[in-house]
């Protein structure tokens, strides 16, 4: 019998996991089952707790859920703790464990996948949100000289940046005269195809903006690109997030580069 996983979302037909994860399951020999869980709005929990008690052994958990996550699960992870959301629960004999792998999928793209040095350089994050907060202790870890916060709701981006000393927040028009050697869009304003209104300057030379959104263009890489940065999408992002989730599982890391090799060329 193959072990049960899922990725828990409203909606999540969309979702990519499933075909990472049964590329993973091939390539290290683990027999899984893994697919696509829709939860209705208001029913999360009863969901979740459905699927383990079926037998499911682990789930992801997409938007709009990773909050309702946190609070379900009966022990977190120091990450998970700091993100205050879960993205990935292991259903243990009668308990919950919760972390969160969206930064440490973050870091791996950045640094293992794009040769990225984060130590010793000035990164901005734009966004205040649940993927914006589960970035940010992983990004500090890298000893950055500057993390900068800034956020369309600049009181928000502040309630963030208090939770992480070291970090230093603002609203868009702050940034004017700054520039920065990684700028990181953890935004939705993508999804709408909405542009982020950045002051002129803030992409250093040499530097890259990586978009968290994938599987299109944004105005927000389109404004990159035309400064002459180098522009990332948040696949490899995706990709990692979800190795690091079944290393949680399955005890072992599969190789991701053709994986996301595979995924790019789809
Ligand atoms: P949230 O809804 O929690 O946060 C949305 C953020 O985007 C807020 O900071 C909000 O600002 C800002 N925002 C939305 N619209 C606009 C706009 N028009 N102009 C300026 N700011 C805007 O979303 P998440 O944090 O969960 O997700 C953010 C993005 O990251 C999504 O696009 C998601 O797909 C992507 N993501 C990618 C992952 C990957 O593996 N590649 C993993 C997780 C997320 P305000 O507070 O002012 O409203």
């Not at 609070?71 to 205050?84: I, S």
Request: proline share 5%; aromatic share 6%; net charge neutral.
């Amino acid at each position: 019998m193959a072990d049960r996983y899922a990725v828990i979302g409203n909606p999540v037909g969309h979702s990519q996991s499933p075909r990472i994860h049964a590329l993973f399951a091939e390539q290290c020999r683990q027999a899984m089952d893994y697919s696509a869980l829709l939860a209705p709005l208001d029913a999360f929990v009863a969901a979740a707790r459905q699927f383990a008690s079926d037998g499911g052994r682990g789930a992801n958990v997409t938007v709009p859920f990773k909050e309702e996550a946190y609070r379900l699960a009966d022990t977190l992870t120091p990450r998970a703790k700091a993100a205050r959301a879960v993205n990935t629960l292991s259903f243990e004999q009668g308990w919950i464990a919760g972390d969160n792998t969206d930064g440490a999928g973050l870091i791996r793209d950045l640094t293992v996948n794009r040769h990225r040095v984060i130590h010793g350089k000035r990164v901005l994050l734009l966004g205040a949100g649940g993927a914006a907060r589960g970035v940010v202790l992983p990004l500090l870890a890298e000893q950055p000289a500057l993390l900068a916060i800034a956020n369309r709701d600049s009181e928000k981006a502040a309630r963030l940046a208090e939770d992480f000393p070291g970090t230093r927040a603002s609203g868009f028009a702050d940034l004017a005269g700054q520039s920065f050697d990684l700028v990181i869009n953890a935004t939705s304003a993508g999804l709408s195809g909405a542009e982020l209104p950045l002051p002129a300057g803030i992409f250093a030379a040499d530097s890259l903006a990586y978009e968290m959104l994938y599987g299109r263009e944004t105005p927000f890489m389109t404004r990159a690109r035309d400064a002459g940065a180098a522009v990332a999408d948040g696949l490899g992002m995706l990709v990692e997030q979800a190795a690091e989730a079944f290393l949680i599982w399955r005890g072992m890391r599969p190789d991701t580069a053709p994986i996301l090799a595979a995924l790019k060329n789809a």
